[in-house]
């Protein structure tokens, strides 16, 4: 089973910018999809984005599309997720997935 890390979490400022990284223990195994899923307190898991590969076309959640770019290194098995243009309700904690699995999850807090 892959194992899966994220990173780059912390505190912001609404407007500002964060950038998310997720490491995979392995090369997935082609194709694939990999996502971002964010959970806020005192609600259920969301989806916020995704990649497929190869060819790198990708997904957004309504309310998060325009602001944060999912994007992936391939030699690196590492995924990003820029967050652009902050909002407080981004606050959560954000979790990658691969090949069913999950990461620990990165806090994130925007602040006003």
């Known amino acids: 089973q892959v194992q899966l890390a994220e990173s780059g979490g912390g505190l912001v400022q609404a407007g500002g910018s964060l950038r998310l990284s997720c490491v995979a223990s392995?090369?997935?195994?082609?194709?694939?999809?990999m996502s971002w899923f964010r959970q806020a307190p005192g609600k259920g898991r969301e989806f916020v984005a995704r990649?497929?590969?190869?060819?790198?076309?990708?997904d957004y959640a309504d309310d998060v599309r325009g602001r944060f770019t999912v994007s992936r290194d391939d030699p690196k098995n590492t995924m990003y997720l820029q967050m652009d243009n902050q909002k407080q309700e981004d606050t959560a904690v954000y979790y990658c997935?691969?090949?069913?699995?999950w990461g620990h999850g990165a806090q994130v807090t925007v602040s006003s």
């Open positions: 997935s691969l090949e069913n699995s």
């Open positions: 392995r090369r997935a195994f082609n194709p694939y999809t």
């Open positions: 990649i497929y590969w190869p060819g790198g076309s990708a």
